[in-house]
């Protein structure tokens, strides 16, 4: 197949770039593959940005263009705002290409795409009422809630974008569900979760301190999370990541009296893995509706056991015994997780091993690559069948 991919690359980069990167390459092994990119870090927030936001005749043309030289076969669109815009969709619907589109987000309801707002979670948008994003602090500035707010609106109901997505791709059951409660047919959602490559030296040995790897902001949940550290006694804990609470949670930690509690930064990935491979287990307390975090999946195939919320897709991930579900935004609860694990090697031991093993059979290349293979098929077939030659 020629598979062509498209994906606006985040100005701060995280799980779902890494993802995209590792899918070509992925697909590249059998497969003719190619990537339309743009970069948000290469837009300010201006007027223009925002029009090409909503429609763009140039990145239209530029990915008529690329379909036009490349000819694939099926075009996979991962995130499209603000760079790209509708122009994939439209490109691929012009020149007969079926598309799919893999749901790393909410935006297709949620104008910040998280379905989370002041503090706790947000149903708001999803009927289409895209006022309430300006009425309440859903982005860090009001231009760009206005700008999210319009373009979405336009696109869903006016443009109808979704109505030219053959296949959408769900990282868990919690999105498919989510996207079947949205009106969404089942024969156009298909659950796929995201994959990660083998760790040759993944050793499910316990290490000696718990971690967390993400975005340092409100619906994380690092604020429980410290609260949480201070209930267990202050047990030897890394954050790593940065994020727009970074300085708040520094001075907390601070106020609470976590002597061992580290915040490492930003650091290379390479790093972040050594992090991992030394740690006991990551720590997942997010206050939204997780999808598939990466970050989870990273932690598994080096034989980390994960302590997560029982929001979104995150109870998926530890179903199989690879770790522990405690209840969202509650310090105490987390914290029996928290000593549970510091304390019972045993534990930590065979939720590694069982990490290892669902890592590997649920989560590996292999398995990752025939569920795309079979989704782009079947998406093929049925666009032969609409229109035969």
């Known amino acids: 197949m020629r598979i062509l991919l498209a994906h606006s690359f985040y100005r701060i980069p995280g799980g779902e770039d890494r993802y995209v990167r590792q899918q070509a390459e992925l697909l590249s092994r059998d497969h003719a593959v190619e990537i339309f990119a743009r970069r948000n870090d290469e837009l300010s927030e201006t007027v223009p940005t925002t029009a090409r936001m909503a429609y763009s005749r140039k990145s239209k043309r530029d990915a008529l263009r690329v379909v036009s030289r ?3 076969d099926i075009v ?17 619907e ?18 910040n795409g998280l379905m989370f707002t002041e503090g706790s979670k947000c149903q708001r948008c999803r009927r289409g009422n895209y006022l309430h994003a300006v009425t309440h602090e859903c982005f860090p500035s009001m231009k760009q809630t206005a700008a999210y707010a319009g373009v979405l609106w336009l ?4 443009v109808r974008l979704e109505d030219k997505v053959s296949l959408f791709v769900c990282p868990s059951n919690f999105v498919k569900d989510q996207l079947r409660g949205w009106g969404i047919p089942a024969s156009r959602v298909a659950a796929i979760p995201n994959f990660v490559p083998p760790q040759p030296d993944a050793n499910p040995r316990p290490g000696r301190f718990g971690v967390f790897v993400g975005r340092l902001s409100s619906e994380k949940g690092l604020d429980v ?7 267990a006694r202050d047990p030897p804990f890394r954050i790593v990541g940065d994020g727009p609470l970074s300085a708040v949670l520094r001075r907390r930690a601070a106020t609470l009296g976590l002597k061992k509690t580290q915040f490492l930064g930003r650091i290379p990935r390479d790093q972040v893995d050594e992090v991992l491979r030394d740690a006991r287990f990551l720590a997942l307390p997010s206050l939204l509706d997780e999808n598939c975090p990466m970050a989870g999946l990273e932690a598994m195939a080096l034989g980390r056991p994960l302590l997560v919320t029982s929001l979104g897709g995150l109870p998926e991930l530890v179903r199989e015994g690879t770790g522990l579900v405690c209840r969202p935004g509650d310090p105490g609860d987390m914290a029996k997780g928290i000593e549970r694990l510091m304390e019972d090697d045993t534990l930590c031991l065979e939720a590694g091993i069982r990490g290892l093993s669902v890592s590997r059979q649920e989560f590996g290349p292999e398995i990752h690559l025939a569920r795309l293979e079979a989704a782009y098929g079947l998406c093929i077939e049925q666009a032969a069948i609409a229109s035969p030659q």
């Open 70 to 72: 490349f000819r694939p």
């Open 76 to 92: 996979h669109v991962h995130n499209v705002y603000p760079s790209l815009g509708p122009a994939v969709h439209l490109a691929a």
């Open 94 to 111: 012009e020149a007969g290409v079926p598309l799919v589109m893999t749901v790393h987000n909410y935006r297709m309801r949620c104008p």
């Open 155 to 158: 696109h869903r109901f006016a």
């Open 225 to 231: 999370l410290l609260h949480t550290l201070r209930i």
